[in-house]
């Protein structure tokens, strides 16, 4: 049989070393769902319950594994329905290659059924996008996105309509004017900083006697040199959220998480230090970093684009965090443990006794914090967590302990809900041996982690470690919402909008043949937890938590308090809960 386009992509992506692709099939895409068949054996298709799920897949999988996530569309909604996660790869900066159909070449421009003009719907979220016209064009059109994801962390878009995906292949280059030959593979850029430029780095951080360290995703790789850093400078380090895996929690001079979800240890650390040093990181609450003008800064990235965006830069240095950081350390000058030091973790020992004070507090019938800090003490050594967007990320931030071998993700900048099921998923499929934890809450279940469920039945069987569990959060609110129109914007809650109905998320998972657990008792927590990660299958839990339970920021402003006093005065219906609950955390926060 002669081979299609379709079979001429799929080798393509075959030599780029690509096996896994995350899709949902259509007959926008009958010809490349063809050659999937024939080439069956060389490729792990993941079928979703929704093209946004394949994409937040894809997304999950380049940042757990390093390699370009590839995610399948069909055309018109099909392709519509990836924007999300694909602009959650763009946001976190993740390499990611969206392949779609389109209708038929012959039938564009004359309004024909799912048409849509993809090259226009894709060109904001992508660095690189084409369509496929004829079979010549394929080749240098697949290297190129790869190439382009790969080596500028970048999201690309290749679109080839359904009746060139089954035209004859063209597998020889056509030597001729107006075709273009191609290759495969790449080397990966590594911008290496020069000598004078650490050398300014290194001055400035000598200088300093007050220093303060904030590591981002771009320090994942770089957990001893960041330590070696901290220990040489006598710094403290704070955590963004996409860098929580990046260094130790136990260590005596890690703050922990940094802005409106972090803790009052971090706080107070950005607010006393003379020096900054960035790495990695495009963390974009510019309030909780030093006030300009209070601390020199250096930062360390991998791109230049990403400099000074956030905090004004005296000295930057583009490259790789670890190679970065292992030839500034000989340049340092080694500071003493000094009062600085003392006092950061002194800091960090009041915080954590302050987090496990409010997490210990009483609430109707548990409070959120205790569901974390019981997983926290559980963990296992090289498990995988994923979180979602909601209160319960404040509750991950902040009562979860990172540790050595750990890996953890969500949609960071982004911050979309319901990606927290299949950033799991995805990291499932990558490490069957290693265990992993989603951590939802009951709106984004309800938005598709239910559905995606459905997904887990379909490919459990292949993993290797049966570990694989769903926390729900179960307080029927939307609940970060609920808090931010309090302490934001000095609105009441709005229950039409904010209510989440309940549902029986425990007997759902038994439908499916998982274990199901429900918990309405703070001290059942522990017993739960150490239930769901001894489980032969994959289990939900679900827990029943007081959404009266306030995300404290590590400070209030005047304005916030302001706010929230009007919207409890303002016939919030839940008022009473929200001040008993309230003082509960401030009189914890003062022990």
């Known amino acids: 049989m002669q081979k299609t386009v379709g079979d001429h992509l799929l080798d393509r992506l075959s030599q780029w070393k690509i096996e896994r692709i995350f899709g949902y099939p259509g007959d926008g895409i009958n010809g490349i769902m063809g050659a999937m068949g024939r080439a069956a054996e060389r490729f792990d298709y993941i079928r979703v319950r929704h093209e946004e799920m394949a994409a937040f897949m894809a997304c999950a999988h380049a940042k757990f594994t390093g390699q370009t996530g590839v995610c399948l569309a069909t055309s018109g909604p099909g392709a519509i329905h990836l924007l999300a996660g694909m602009y959650d790869a763009r946001s976190d900066h993740q390499p990611m290659v969206a392949i779609v159909g389109q209708q038929a070449a012959s039938s564009l421009g004359s309004d024909y059924q799912q048409e849509v003009d993809l090259q226009h719907l894709f060109q904001d979220v992508s660095a690189y996008v084409e369509t496929v016209m004829t079979p010549s064009q394929l080749p240098h059109v697949i290297d190129r996105a790869l190439r382009i994801a790969a080596s500028e962390r970048a999201v690309c878009t290749v679109i080839i309509p359904n009746d060139v995906q089954q035209m004859p292949a063209i597998l020889e280059p056509v030597h001729k004017h107006g075709h273009v030959a191609s290759s495969v593979g790449t080397p990966l850029p590594r911008p290496w900083p020069a000598d004078a430029e650490l050398a300014k780095a290194a001055e400035i951080l000598n200088a300093g006697r007050k220093v303060a360290i904030l590591v981002g995703a771009g320090a994942l790789g770089a957990t001893v040199p960041v330590m070696a ?110 009062a600085w030091r003392r006092r950061i973790e002194a800091s960090v020992q009041r915080s954590r006794e302050e987090l496990r004070a409010q997490a210990m507090t009483s609430a109707k019938p548990i409070n959120p914090q205790r569901v974390f800090l019981e997983l926290s003490h559980q963990l296992p050594a090289d498990v995988i967590l994923c979180g979602d967007s909601g209160s319960h990320t404040n509750w991950y931030a902040r009562h979860i302990d990172a540790g050595p071998g750990m890996l953890g993700s969500l949609s960071g900048k982004l911050a979309s809900m319901g990606s927290g099921v299949p950033y799991a998923i995805a990291a499932k499929m990558a490490y069957p041996e290693r265990p992993v934890i989603a951590m939802v809450g009951d709106g984004a279940m309800q938005m598709n982690g239910n559905a995606e469920l459905v997904t887990v039945q379909q490919y459990c069987e292949r993993w290797s470690l049966p570990t694989f569990i769903v926390l729900v959060v179960n307080n029927r609110d939307l609940n970060q919402v609920t808090w931010e129109q309090r302490a934001l914007a000095g609105d009441p809650a709005f229950n039409a909008a904010q209510e989440v109905i309940d549902f029986p998320y425990a007997r759902y998972a038994e439908l499916l043949g998982f274990k199901g657990i429900r918990v309405d008792d703070p001290e059942q927590l522990a017993d739960a937890w150490r239930e769901a990660l001894a489980a032969d299958r994959p289990v939900v839990l679900e827990c029943i938590c007081d959404p009266d339970v306030p995300p404290l920021p590590p400070h209030i402003d005047f304005d916030q308090a302001r706010k929230l006093t009007q919207a409890l005065l303002g016939r919030d219906p839940r008022a009473a809960g929200v001040i008993r609950e309230s003082l509960k955390q401030m009189m914890a926060r003062k022990r």
Request: charged share 20%; with cysteine; aromatic share 4%.
């Open 229 to 338: 850093i901290a220990q040489a400078l006598s710094a403290g380090v704070a955590k963004a959220l996409l860098g929580k895996m990046a260094v130790p929690d136990d260590l005596p001079y890690v703050t922990g998480a940094i802005g409106l979800l972090g803790t009052r240890a971090s706080d107070d650390m950005m607010k006393q230090c003379d020096t900054l040093l960035m790495i990695g990181t495009t963390f974009p609450y510019s309030e909780f970093l030093p006030k300009v003008g209070q601390a020199r800064a250096v930062q360390i990235d991998l791109q230049a684009r990403n400099i000074g965006i956030r905090y004004p830069v005296e000295s930057a240095l583009i490259g790789d965090a670890t190679d970065t950081l292992q030839r500034l350390l000989p340049l340092l000058k080694r500071k003493s443990h000094g």
